[in-house]
């Protein structure tokens, strides 16, 4: 079966929902990567990330010195689109991650919050 799947809720006993059940292509790109190894961050990135809430692709472009302006021609977008994606509640899909990794230079894991 190939058709699109949405994903499930399986509630427990009392009626409060205990599981989610997503499509396997959904789930792969969400917990894509190297779990069994350590993403690093240097102590600015958190720092810019857990103390002045931005988010880690901010607190990354920020930390490398970058202009928004620069990642964005890096990827070979618009400097807008690019913002929005470093927005504290932007949530880019792996990808886009990925994309935005290659251009600063670092890994994607290091941008997923």
Not at 9 to 31: K, S
Not at 64 to 76: D, S, Y
Not at 103 to 108: C, P, R, T
Request: glycine share 6%; aromatic share 6%; proline share 7%.
């Amino acid at each position: 079966m190939n058709a699109r799947t949405e994903h499930q809720i399986l509630l427990g006993p009392d009626g409060t929902p205990m599981f989610a059940v997503i499509p396997y292509a959904d789930y792969e790109e969400h917990f894509e990567g190297r779990p069994d190894e350590d993403v690093l961050l240097p102590h600015e990135v958190v720092k810019l990330n857990a103390l002045e809430g931005k988010s880690l692709i901010c607190a990354w472009r920020e930390h490398l010195g970058l202009t928004q302006r620069e990642v964005a021609e890096r990827m070979g977008i618009k400097q807008p689109s690019y913002a929005a994606m470093e927005a504290p509640d932007a949530r880019p899909r792996v990808a886009t991650l990925k994309k935005i990794a290659a251009a600063m230079g670092v890994e994607w894991e290091q941008l997923r919050a």
